[in-house]
């Protein structure tokens, strides 16, 4: 089974940039579509986004269109979320996911495999 390891996250100004990268080992990659969710504090995990198994197909929650790009490299075995035009209200620690299934989902529980996740903190 694949194991997620996520990188990238920090402190960033308002109107910032991050990328974030989640590297895969132990499994095939391109067998699952990735996904990244995020949970701030007091709050529900979210979804944020995911990418097909070969990439050809995303798709974004509404609040993160036109900001955050999700791309992998299944040769590098890594999935990135390219973030910019941060605000506070992104402020979570994201995940990045492995699901096994044919169809992109957008709820947690459908997802096999996850990382530890990595913190994003975003100030006004």
């Known amino acids: 089974q694949v194991q997620l390891v996520e990188s990238g996250g920090q402190l960033v100004q308002a109107g910032g940039s991050l990328r974030l990268s989640c590297a895969a080992s132990?499994?095939?990659?391109?067998?699952?579509?990735m996904g990244w969710f995020r949970q701030a504090p007091g709050k529900e995990r979210e979804f944020v986004v995911v990418?097909?198994?070969?990439?050809?197909?995303?798709y974004y929650r509404d609040s993160v269109k036109g900001r955050f790009t999700i791309s992998r490299d299944n040769a590098k075995k890594t999935v990135y979320l390219q973030m910019s035009s941060l605000k506070p209200e992104d402020t979570a620690v994201y995940y990045c996911?492995?699901?096994?299934?044919?169809?992109?989902?957008?709820?947690?529980?459908?997802?096999?495999?996850w990382g530890q996740g990595t913190q994003v903190t975003v100030s006004s």
């Open positions: 132990g499994g095939t990659v391109s067998s699952y579509s």
């Open positions: 996911a492995a699901d096994s299934g044919l169809i992109l989902s957008t709820i947690p529980k459908r997802y096999n495999t």
């Open positions: 990418i097909s198994r070969s990439g050809g197909a995303t």
